[in-house]
Nanobody, 124 residues
Framework: QVQLVESGGGLVQPGGSLRLSCAAS????????MGWFRQALGKQRELVAA???????NYADSVKGRFTISRDDAKNTVSLQMNSLKPEDSAVYYC??????????????????WGQGTQVTVSS
């Protein structure tokens, strides 16, 4: 069972930046797609950034050009650099391994239990 620990969230003003980190235990990390997901209050969890084992990435349209996902398979970590943050980016952010289409960013299924997530609040 892979365990996931997210960190790096906080309160930031609109236009600001944050860098989220996720540490994963387990040897299956490096052979799976990794993603950053977010869930705002009252909304469904959505996949916002994905990276495959070869390093190809994709993003939800709402964050494209502002967020950058990266992975370090040697350290079992995945990061999310978030720039030009907007109030609508406020949510709890989670990382996970997942099955599904990285091309469409839909119909995904998480491969392990969710971690505790990290809260991101964008507000002036």
């Amino acid at each position: 069972q892979v365990q996931l620990v997210e960190s790096g969230g906080g309160l930031v003003q609109p236009g600001g930046s944050l860098r989220l980190s996720c540490a994963a235990s387990g040897s299956i990390f490096r052979i799976n797609n990794m993603g950053w997901f977010r869930q705002a209050l009252g909304k469904q969890r959505e996949l916002v950034a994905a990276i495959i084992p070869g390093g190809i990435t994709n993003y939800a349209d709402s964050v494209k050009g502002r967020f950058t996902i990266s992975r370090d398979d040697a350290k079992n970590t995945v990061s999310l650099q978030m720039n030009s943050l907007k109030p609508e980016d406020s949510a709890v952010y989670y990382c996970n391994l997942f099955l599904g289409s990285v091309a469409t960013m839909t119909q995904w299924r998480p491969l392990t239990s969710w971690g505790q997530g990290t809260q991101v609040t964008v507000s002036s």
